[in-house]
């Protein structure tokens, strides 16, 4: 029998560059869905809110696995085979993006009214109080959060083992079944996640501070 | 595509799936009380209970926020029994959900604490309140009732996250989900079903969280 050994750990370590790329690839795709679902959150348009309300709703309330399993046998029904990757990447990109929609529209919306009627005021058009009033106030609000939900991300892409996606779980799985030492290999698996996710558990923690969102700016003197 | 949806195998199994549905809800209720009772407890032992008390929860907290739930739950039902600690699937599921929940509430509750203002606690010091009647009467109502929201949509986070406790074979809603793939062969048809009724399960926990939250905090006066 194989003991835990440099070779087992360098395999990990390896597999975690699954993990990564997988996190990348659903900021990619969820940040762009958020975007998308944020602005029809805001939008005013009643049916355009409403399936954006609707699909944030829905995602928000079924579990990542599900989402996972529908979408790669969905897949493998419309004739495109039992692809693991393209799968996790759809699944992980809607669940993403129906957070990050939701955390977006909520930083939008904290921007006061009175900034919108200013702004309106001073003559400019909607889609200019948008982006030289409204984003550059709700950019500050939403750092932080955002920050905090990539940690999320990162822990859930442990989730594409079970359909059997090569990241970082399923090789810890993977060199536990040869060595039999569970306790020094899910350890190990649990501190290269750490190490991945503790910065930017520390960053968003940092963020809120400097960017003072736990409490009202002070007003100038 | 020429797919023919057939639900009927899979209703015919809606007994099955109700009992794994009942495993959820139970696991899920036990983790949340758990959660909510060591969350309370680690909560006010760190923001009242001195250094080392702090340290090592927050240790505690940033070792289970900043980690997968698969992996710890690897751990507990791989891991423990090497050191002599067997565990069935449900027990290892249960303590898995519980410490989770109970790491994160502690956080929530402990934001909930911070956001007490000091001049109360001040002023019952001024009064002469131990430190225990002051986090009992002073500190814990407000906390928790600024915390309850979060811990709600934490809560609801839990029961989602209760399908994976399938992988150690915990015979809940995902797990006869798995059985009944393999005996229908119809995946797609299982799995649409399963996904309902957590959706069920999560909305009839966001009303009773709704509910609990307007009996228990809205009706005495603010703090």
């Known amino acids: ?221 | 595509m020429g797919y023919t949806f057939q639900f009927g195998a899979v209703l015919a199994s809606l007994d099955l799936l109700a009992k794994g549905a009942w495993l959820t809800v139970q696991l899920s209720l036990a983790a949340m009380l758990a959660g909510l009772a060591f969350g309370t407890l680690f909560a006010v032992l760190r923001s009242f209970g001195g250094r080392g008390a702090g340290i090592a929860i927050g240790a505690y907290v940033e070792c289970i926020r900043n980690t997968p739930f698969l992996i710890q739950l690897f751990l507990i039902y791989f891991g423990l029994p090497s050191l002599g600690i067997a565990l069935d699937p449900v027990e290892a599921a249960l303590i898995g959900m519980s410490v989770n929940c109970a790491a994160y509430s502690t956080e929530i509750i402990r934001s909930g604490i911070m956001a007490v203002p000091r001049g109360q606690i001040e002023a019952a010091r001024a009064l002469a309140f131990s430190t225990t009647d002051i986090i009992r009467h002073i500190v814990l109502f407000p906390a928790l009732r600024v915390a309850a929201p979060a811990l709600g949509s934490q809560f609801v986070l839990v029961m989602l996250g209760s399908s994976v406790v399938s992988t150690v074979s915990a015979e809940e809603l995902t797990a006869v989900g798995h059985v009944l793939e393999t005996e229908t062969f119809r995946p797609f048809e299982v799995y649409i079903i399963v996904t309902l009724i957590y959706l069920l399960i999560a909305f009839a926990l966001k009303l009773l969280f709704a509910w609990l939250e307007q009996a228990w905090f809205s009706r005495r006066g603010r703090a």
């Open chain 1, 1 to 221: 029998m194989r003991s835990f050994g440099t070779p087992e750990f360098l395999f990990m370590l390896r597999a975690t560059q699954w993990t990564v790329a997988l996190s990348l690839i659903a900021y990619a795709g969820g940040g762009a869905l958020g975007l998308v679902l944020a602005f029809m959150r805001v939008s005013g348009h009643r049916l355009a809110n409403g399936v954006a309300r609707a699909w944030i709703l829905l995602f928000q309330c079924t579990p990542l696995l599900m989402l996972l399993f529908l979408v790669f046998f969905g897949l493998a029904l419309a004739g495109h085979g039992q692809n693991a990757y393209f799968a996790v990447t759809v699944a992980l990109s809607c669940y993403a993006g129906a957070y990050f929609g939701e955390i977006w529209r909520g930083a939008i919306e904290a921007v006061p009214q009175g900034q919108w009627q200013a702004s309106a005021a001073l003559g400019f058009s909607r889609a200019e109080q948008f982006r030289h009033v409204i984003v550059p106030q709700s950019l500050r609000i939403a750092t932080p959060p955002t920050v905090g939900f990539m940690v999320q991300v990162v822990k859930n892409t442990s989730l594409a083992s079970i359909i059997g996606f090569q990241e970082l779980t399923q090789a810890s799985q993977f060199v536990n079944n040869l060595t039999f030492q569970p306790i020094s290999v899910y350890l190990v698996a649990a501190a290269l996640y750490f190490i991945l996710c503790f910065p930017l558990t520390l960053l968003s923690r940092r963020l809120e501070k400097r960017l003072h969102v736990d409490r009202p700016a002070p007003l100038a003197a």
